[in-house]
């Protein structure tokens, strides 16, 4: 009897990435309230631990294991009227090489202009996805879709926007063909697994794959050990967030980066 793929390698002992032979990219986020490391469950601001003090120690953390990519999320900004925390994204762009993508809060031209002064490689727009789409459509005409990644925080597959606080009547479906033709990333966050360790949103991932086969696929919420990330990779995903994960110890960082 021939072992599955995901089982023949997660038989190995002590698996990491490069074992696993997972390609996609793995990008550890960093949350941000009052300027400090947390990470919440469901989207639930009343459910927030906090993990670190500075960020920035966090994010040097990650370098240090071989890490090249995060996911940096201002919550202040999420629920606020714009960006807050952009001295953070600062100081981690100046005092690491992290190529960071920032999302929370980008709400105006003003915003967008002062994460990318910042040092931000990528901008991650969500909210404004769904609420502002003429305005998203000049950023990606002005920005282009290589700077730009839509994240579309869902809940039963309904996108939820201000701060993951209210849930409206659009698909994350409709919200993508709306972009159709501008959108190259796409950051999909099922708010139903985020911060439960509970496994990727698989079956999500894997109707968005079909539907919308050339789209660069981020994954959002849940993986909490190997496995998730070996099943992601087996749907053909472009990138994964991993956060719970690794502040819980979950997941090494060796075996994220390590060889």
């Given at each position: 009897?021939?072992?599955?793929?995901?089982?023949?390698r997660?038989?190995?002992?002590?698996p990491?990435?490069?074992?696993?032979?997972i390609?996609?990219?793995?990008?550890?986020?960093?949350?941000?309230?009052?300027?400090?490391?947390?990470?919440?469950?469901?989207?639930?601001?009343?459910?927030?631990?906090?993990?670190?003090?500075?960020?920035?120690?966090v994010?040097?953390r990650?370098e240090?294991?071989?890490?090249?990519?995060?996911h940096?999320v201002?919550?202040?900004?999420a629920?606020?009227?714009?960006?807050?925390?952009?001295?953070?994204?600062?100081?981690?762009?100046?005092?690491?090489?992290?190529i960071?993508?920032?999302?929370?809060?980008?709400?105006?031209?003003?915003?967008?202009?002062?994460?990318?002064?910042?040092?931000?490689?990528?901008?991650?727009?969500?909210?404004?996805a769904?609420?502002?789409?003429?305005?998203?459509?000049?950023?990606?005409?002005?920005?282009?879709?290589?700077?730009?990644?839509?994240?579309?925080?869902?809940?039963?597959?309904?996108v939820c926007?201000?701060?993951?606080?209210?849930?409206?009547?659009?698909?994350?479906?409709?919200?993508?063909d709306?972009?159709?033709?501008?959108?190259?990333y796409l950051?999909?966050t099922?708010?139903t697994?985020?911060?439960t360790?509970?496994?990727?949103?698989l079956?999500?991932?894997?109707?968005?794959?079909?539907?919308?086969?050339?789209?660069?696929l981020?994954a959002?919420?849940?993986?909490?050990?190997?496995?998730?990330?070996?099943?992601?990779?087996?749907?053909?995903?472009?990138?994964?967030?991993?956060?719970?994960?690794?502040?819980?110890?979950?997941?090494?960082?060796e075996?994220?980066f390590?060889?």
């Amino acid at each position: 009897m021939v072992m599955p793929l995901e089982k023949a390698r997660l038989s190995k002992k002590n698996p990491t990435k490069a074992t696993l032979g997972i390609v996609l990219d793995i990008i550890p986020a960093i949350d941000i309230i009052n300027g400090k490391c947390v990470r919440l469950t469901k989207g639930n601001y009343s459910q927030c631990k906090i993990y670190a003090e500075d960020p920035l120690e966090v994010a040097l953390r990650f370098e240090a294991a071989g890490c090249r990519r995060l996911h940096l999320v201002d919550l202040d900004g999420a629920k606020s009227s714009g960006v807050i925390h952009e001295a953070v994204l600062a100081k981690i762009c100046r005092q690491t090489g992290l190529i960071v993508d920032f999302g929370g809060g980008v709400k105006s031209d003003t915003d967008i202009r002062k994460v990318f002064d910042a040092g931000a490689a990528f901008v991650c727009i969500g909210s404004l996805a769904q609420s502002a789409r003429e305005q998203v459509c000049q950023w990606l005409a002005r920005y282009g879709g290589e700077r730009l990644i839509i994240g579309a925080d869902v809940w039963n597959q309904k996108v939820c926007i201000n701060g993951w606080k209210k849930v409206t009547d659009t698909t994350v479906y409709q919200l993508v063909d709306f972009y159709e033709g501008q959108l190259k990333y796409l950051m999909c966050t099922d708010i139903t697994k985020d911060g439960t360790l509970e496994g990727a949103s698989l079956g999500l991932y894997r109707e968005l794959r079909k539907k919308y086969p050339v789209l660069k696929l981020i994954a959002s919420g849940g993986v909490s050990r190997m496995a998730d990330l070996a099943g992601l990779e087996e749907l053909g995903m472009y990138g994964a967030i991993v956060g719970k994960a690794i502040y819980e110890n979950r997941i090494k960082l060796e075996e994220l980066f390590g060889n």
